[in-house]
């Protein structure tokens, strides 16, 4: 009898692996044809309709969380979570602005979307690995979040770096900074704390976003063109929310603060030496 349990059990165990592989396997390819899709989307509509393709890019930002959506249906009936739409959007929307900055020509092109193409992908295996984790423990979960938060910073310096690159008064650079800022900055807090309240860490987003306000108040009047201006912006972004990720860590040491302190004067030198004064 105890060997005809352990037969079973065996058996139990690979019919769940095997589930498992099969619901995973079925993902990647609902996101390989998701990424093809939005890529081909994008390729098109900024390379073929010019200026026009900026309908387009609000589109497709949106079909990429529907996509999303319908990719991790299953897993979202369970749990929920609205933070896991937030960089999806913010990315695609961030890639098809830049394209306007980009120069015209067809393997700039190609490049980008072969970026899009392969960060959108890893952006939904990270997103994956999110939702899986509310439910159960995944060792994978230390990886997504280094992909999600390299995404974000991307994400966020072609956002500010469009931003900058309008030149428009400075209450509307402003309100544009706080209103892509609070977003992000709450979805690369969740990603540290996988919790199931919507609202447990705005406060906190909050204090952040007004912080990278402030440094965005102080780069309008700055000298320097907007790559500079938007890269700056990005360090300060990166300092204090991956702080705050190692706070929730607790692993907020004194060497920890000290890296971050150097990436950031590292970074401010690099504004002074590159901003032209005598302009």
């Known amino acids: 009898m105890a060997r005809i349990q352990r037969i079973k059990k065996k058996t139990l165990l690979r019919l769940r692996r095997l589930r498992i592989d099969r619901l995973l396997e079925n993902k990647r390819q609902r996101f390989i044809l998701s990424v093809i899709f939005l890529s081909l989307g994008f390729f098109i509509s900024e390379y073929f309709l010019g200026k026009g393709g900026l309908y387009m890019v609000i589109t497709i930002s949106i079909l990429t969380d529907l996509l999303l959506f319908l990719s991790l249906k299953k897993d979202l009936e369970e749990n929920l979570y609205p933070q896991i739409f937030i960089l999806p959007f913010f990315y695609s929307l ?122 965005a108040l102080v780069l309008w009047f700055w000298p320097s063109s907007p790559t500079i201006i938007a890269l700056f912006l990005t360090g300060i972004f990166y300092s204090i929310v991956g702080l705050s990720q190692v706070w929730f860590e607790k692993r907020l040491f004194k060497g920890i603060i000290w890296e971050y302190f150097w990436v950031s004067f590292v970074i401010f030198i690099a504004l002074v030496i590159f901003t032209p004064w005598g302009g």
């Open 94 to 215: 961030s890639f098809g602005l830049f394209y306007f900055l980009a120069p015209a020509r067809l393997l700039t092109r190609i490049i980008l979307t072969s970026l899009y193409a392969v960060g959108l992908y890893s952006l939904f295996l990270s997103e994956n690995i999110f939702t899986v984790s509310s439910i159960r423990t995944i060792q994978l979960l230390g990886s997504a979040r280094t992909v999600s938060f390299t995404i974000t910073l991307l994400s966020y310096f072609f956002l500010s770096n469009v931003v900058f690159s309008l030149h428009t008064n400075i209450f509307i650079t402003l309100l544009l900074v706080f209103i892509f800022s609070f977003p992000i900055v709450l979805q690369s807090i969740w990603t540290y704390t996988l919790d199931k309240r919507v609202l447990s860490h705005v406060s906190l987003a909050i204090f952040l976003s007004v912080c990278l306000f402030e440094a």
